[in-house]
């Protein structure tokens, strides 16, 4: 081991290659622009956590007596953007896919490594006016900028929120026609579709989305901007606008945007499930094509966010229908990964804590949205705590357990260094029951009828209430310990050799942290993907026991 | 089932009207379903995982995948979506269908209370007094931005929409007093747009509704506005007026000087009221000045009960509600 150290720390890689700061803020490396937005997205993740914690705290009680109306307001709007538009929509994307789509198809970079530098500058620029505008006048209009209420009503720095998001925008678009690309015309001789890893179809079928859903989001924010400055009308109908066009608009995108959460995550799920059960995964064109499927019908659900918005009930019908089509090639994800471990050899190791972890939240998010779907249910839990429930289930315990699972299996890859396990399974343990004792009971809370968006609420509701905030303190902790024992790995972690999980992805064969051209030979594909058959049947690195 | 449903009340809402139980009904089954088919994911993980951990001699075998059984659970789920979908279609068809002869309630949104007209003529602010056993349709519209009018107990909800009329309507099945709260975010006081929903006995709905101070019905008020905007010269109650005559209109079709032709309801009148030069009727000039800015949303709501009160047999305008429908059940009121 003490040889494999000296090597690694003589050999020239991504992370030794420049040291000052301008070899990072001007690399076009997608490997250290990874990282620019690991750290930004990390700080934006406490950001809108901090906010979350306020939102928890002020409703341990009925009555308002924490904050003010008006900053409840902002803290559940601000909350949202941030962690929509700064963490979940950049998450795995470009920090995860930005670091492995060209690892893994044997490529040196992304299509457009410039671009892919930009569109970082472009989230940090949008985030320092999102930090501004929340310093100056905070935005109290939720994450969804409803009109009229937006546009003749609020207060608050609306424009500058808008304008901030419309730029995040054109980030997220930029890093998913920088996949599209990159995906087409770079995979390494031999890397067909078919052999694509399965990360790889999800970060393709989730930049189409952004291709497609984003510019729309731009135009609707645009238009609120337009509308709130130059008082045109559009949305207002006192001025002879439709307020409901803005909610056809903005769930075009938003709808959508789940997915660009969800699907992602998706992919990392494949890459863990396969490596720890070492197995190939069950029905690979079936998992491939439910990516793409989830990415077309995605687009044609938007409206059952409007069930009692005043849609008509022959649209309200038709979207119903359609909604259940999405779910379908959710539950083939979820079937599949099961019968993965089917007659595997499975090591309980972090990464494989999570992705369970992933499909028993996840699972549990999918069933809810069937609820929802129902015309029937959802006129009654509509903007209700019920919606809120379901919706984390999906976005924070899917994505984002998604997101922790896939930094702690690519962890040795982009650091060098191995996480300690035993502090890894804890946490994952951590967040499991944090996640679950802070959303579980707003299912119930929303049945029985609490709405959202409520700074004060009757009395009957704060047993709930309680476990729910207590449940948000556990789950701080949860999410606390990765960003402590990540950082204390980069030093004093053990050094990671080229493959510790014994994985058969490309990103494996070559050193870790990989050299700046990622591979010194173009390497030549002629086997499937995740091909366990090939490998030693185990994965070295975790030899903790449980 | 007393015992059981005390028992529940913590994570049960209660059911008071005859809606509530249909929807209940729904999510009973759809617990059932989901909650064994989660299970089943659950314990099938849990098995393989405890079965197929890492041993010593123990090989992976590898599987490519099978065609039947992604057919399978594809298709298997797909009918059982389809069971929920139809299921939830038919409940909100029955909450979109409000029966005839359903007393009508009007409600004004605005930051940050529920502003509420009986036909009787009598005026609520945040309180909803309405009988039991009797079929009542909301016809709801905002004064500034979109709220949503939501009884947990009836399990109805609506968005209130400003420039626009919606609906909703409910067959209170218990008397009681129930929450009714704002469920879309409408700024600072969102949370304080709460309000109580009173379902009474006959005889004391009687009592209240006697005590309540209205001094004509909302078609009386409504006639007045008509009156006062002197809308009267030009809709005349003959054919010589320069505009229609209203008499019988409410509810039948209208045909435009462009041609198309419109079901006159309440969106169409409130239209011609704020934007005459919208639909303008056939034969008829576009000379009618817009009422935009001088009628409040109450005001349109009685002269809509007027304008209705046109197209019904005199006797019945501006009447009372008839409570004793058959069949009501007697039950004490219960406060939630």
């Known amino acids: 081991m003490s040889t494999a150290a000296t090597i690694s720390a003589e050999r020239e890689h991504y992370l030794n290659k420049g040291y000052g700061i301008r070899s990072w803020l001007f690399t076009?490396?997608?490997?250290?622009?990874?990282?620019?937005?690991?750290?930004?997205?990390?700080?934006?993740?406490?950001?809108?956590?901090?906010?979350?914690?306020?939102?928890?705290?002020?409703?341990?009680?009925?009555?308002?007596?924490?904050?003010?109306?008006?900053?409840?307001?902002?803290?559940?709007?601000?909350?949202?953007?941030?962690?929509?538009?700064?963490?979940?929509?950049?998450?795995?994307?470009?920090?995860?896919?930005?670091?492995?789509?060209?690892?893994m198809i044997g490529?040196?970079?992304?299509?457009?490594?410039?671009?892919?530098?930009?569109?970082?500058?472009?989230?940090?620029?949008?985030?320092?006016?999102?930090?501004?505008?929340?310093?100056?006048?905070?935005?109290?209009?939720?994450?969804?900028?409803?009109?009229?209420?937006?546009?003749?009503?609020?207060?608050?720095?609306?424009?500058?929120?808008?304008?901030?998001?419309?730029?995040?925008?054109?980030?997220?678009?930029?890093?998913?026609?920088?996949?599209?690309?990159?995906?087409?015309?770079?995979?390494?001789?031999?890397?067909?579709?078919?052999?694509?890893?399965?990360?790889?179809?999800?970060?393709?079928?989730?930049?189409?989305?952004?291709?497609?859903?984003?510019?729309?989001?731009?135009?609707?924010?645009?238009?609120?901007?337009?509308?709130?400055?130059?008082?045109?009308?559009?949305f207002d109908p006192i001025r002879g606008g439709d307020p409901l066009l803005f909610q056809h608009l903005f769930w075009?995108?938003?709808?959508?945007?789940?997915?660009?959460?969800?699907?992602?995550?998706?992919?990392?799920?494949?890459?863990?499930?396969?490596?720890?059960?070492?197995?190939?995964?069950?029905?690979?064109?079936?998992?491939?094509?439910?990516?793409i499927a989830i990415a077309v019908f995605g687009f044609l659900v938007w409206a059952h966010h409007m069930f009692v918005a005043g849609i008509s009930l022959y649209s309200a019908l038709i979207f119903s229908l359609l909604s259940y089509s999405v779910a379908v090639p959710s539950a083939i994800k979820v079937f599949n990964w099961t019968a993965t471990m089917y007659k595997g050899s499975i090591t309980y190791s972090t990464p494989l804590l999570y992705a369970l972890g992933f499909i028993g939240l996840f699972t549990m998010g999918g069933m809810t949205g069937l609820y929802l779907a129902s015309l029937g249910i959802d006129v009654h839990v509509t903007d209700t705590y019920f919606v809120?429930?379901?919706?984390?289930?999906?976005?924070?315990?899917?994505?984002?357990?998604?997101?922790?699972?896939?930094?702690?299996?690519?962890?040795?890859?982009?650091?060098?260094?191995?996480?300690?396990?035993?502090?890894?399974?804890?946490?994952?343990?951590?967040?499991?029951?944090?996640?679950?004792?802070?959303f579980f009971p707003q299912f119930v809370m929303g049945y029985l009828g609490m709405p959202r968006r409520y700074w004060q609420y009757p009395a009957e509701f704060q047993v709930l209430n309680v476990l729910s905030t207590a449940g948000a303190t556990i789950l701080a902790v949860g999410y606390l310990l990765p960003m402590v024992y990540f950082l204390w790995s980069m030093r004093y972690g053990k050094i990671a050799d080229a493959n510790p999980w014994n994985a058969v992805g490309l990103e494996w064969m070559t050193e870790s942290p990989p050299p700046t051209f990622n591979f010194d030979e173009t390497p030549e594909v002629t086997w499937e993907a995740y091909d366990y058959g090939r490998v030693p049947p185990q994965p070295r690195e975790v030899a903790v026991e449980p | 089932m007393d015992r059981l449903a005390t028992l529940l009340s913590p994570l049960w809402p209660v059911e008071a009207s005859t809606y509530a139980g249909n929807v209940d009904a729904l999510m009973i089954f759809l617990l059932v379903v989901t909650g064994l088919v989660t299970i089943g994911i659950f314990i099938l993980i849990l098995v393989f995982a405890t079965r197929y951990r890492r041993r010593p001699g123990h090989e992976p075998l590898q599987i490519e995948g099978s065609t039947l059984l992604e057919i399978t659970w594809s298709a298997v789920p797909l009918f059982i979506f389809l069971i929920f979908f139809t299921w939830g279609a038919l409940i909100f068809f029955q909450e979109r269908t409000p029966p005839r002869g359903s007393a009508e309630i009007y409600v004004v949104g605005k930051q940050w209370m529920w502003k509420l007209q009986h036909e009787g003529g009598q005026r609520e602010i945040n309180e909803l007094h309405i009988p039991v056993n009797r079929?009542?349709?909301?016809?709801?519209?905002?004064?500034?931005?979109?709220?949503s009018f939501y009884v947990p107990a009836f399990r109805i909800k609506q968005d209130v929409v400003p420039g626009r009329y919606s609906y909703t309507w409910f067959h209170a099945t218990r008397p009681g007093i129930y929450h009714l709260f704002c469920a879309e975010y409408c700024g600072t006081m969102h949370s304080g747009m709460i309000g109580d929903v009173v379902v009474m006995e006959p005889a004391q709905y009687e009592a209240w509704l006697s005590g309540g101070g209205a001094t004509g019905s909302l078609a009386t008020t409504g006639q007045a506005i008509f009156q006062q905007l002197a809308c009267n010269t030009c809709h005349r109650s003959d054919t010589q007026g320069r505009g229609p005559n209203l008499a019988g209109l409410f509810g039948k079709p209208v045909v435009l000087e462009d041609g198309r032709t419109v079901i006159?309801?309440?969106?169409?009148?409130?239209?011609?009221?704020?934007?005459?030069?919208?639909?303008?009727?056939s034969g008829f000039k576009p000379i009618m000045p817009t009422f935009q800015g001088m009628v409040s949303e109450e005001q349109l709501n009685a002269l809509l009960a007027y304008i209705k009160s046109l197209s019904q047999p005199p006797a019945s305008v501006a009447q009372t509600p008839n409570l004793q429908s058959p069949g009501h059940e007697q039950q004490k009121p219960k406060v939630q």
């Open chain 1, 388 to 438: 809120i429930a379901h919706f984390h289930y999906i976005m924070v315990g899917g994505a984002v357990m998604g997101y922790l699972g896939g930094m702690h299996y690519w962890w040795p890859k982009i650091s060098g260094r191995m996480y300690p396990e035993s502090w890894g399974r804890l946490a994952a343990l951590i967040v499991f029951i944090g996640f679950n004792l802070t």
């Open chain 1, 252 to 291: 075009f995108y938003s709808h959508p945007a789940v997915y660009i959460m969800i699907l992602p995550a998706m992919g990392v799920m494949n890459e863990i499930i396969t490596c720890f059960s070492r197995k190939r995964i069950f029905g690979y064109s079936f998992v491939a094509m439910s990516s």
């Open chain 2, 135 to 147: 079929d009542v349709r909301l016809i709801m519209t905002s004064q500034d931005v979109i709220h």
């Open chain 1, 107 to 234: 490529a040196k970079d992304l299509a457009f490594p410039r671009i892919n530098l930009l569109s970082w500058y472009l989230l940090v620029i949008a985030g320092i006016i999102m930090l501004h505008a929340m310093m100056v006048g905070g935005v109290d209009t939720g994450w969804t900028f409803y009109t009229p209420f937006s546009t003749a009503f609020s207060h608050t720095s609306v424009v500058e929120a808008g304008i901030s998001i419309f730029i995040a925008g054109f980030s997220s678009i930029l890093t998913g026609l920088n996949f599209v690309v990159t995906i087409h015309r770079m995979r390494a001789p031999g890397m067909t579709w078919s052999r694509l890893p399965l990360f790889i179809w999800a970060h393709y079928a989730t930049s189409i989305i952004q291709l497609l859903g984003t510019p729309v989001l731009a135009i609707t924010l645009l238009l609120v901007v337009f509308e709130r400055v130059f008082k045109l009308g559009i």
């Open chain 1, 28 to 103: 076009t490396d997608h490997k250290r622009i990874a990282l620019l937005y690991l750290v930004t997205i990390t700080f934006f993740f406490f950001v809108g956590g901090i906010l979350a914690l306020l939102i928890r705290l002020e409703l341990l009680t009925p009555a308002g007596d924490l904050v003010q109306a008006d900053t409840y307001n902002k803290l559940f709007s601000e909350h949202g953007q941030v962690m929509v538009f700064f963490f979940l929509i950049p998450s795995i994307p470009a920090v995860l896919g930005n670091f492995l789509v060209p690892l």
């Open chain 2, 264 to 281: 006159a309801n309440e969106d169409y009148i409130r239209e011609s009221i704020l934007n005459p030069a919208a639909k303008v009727v």
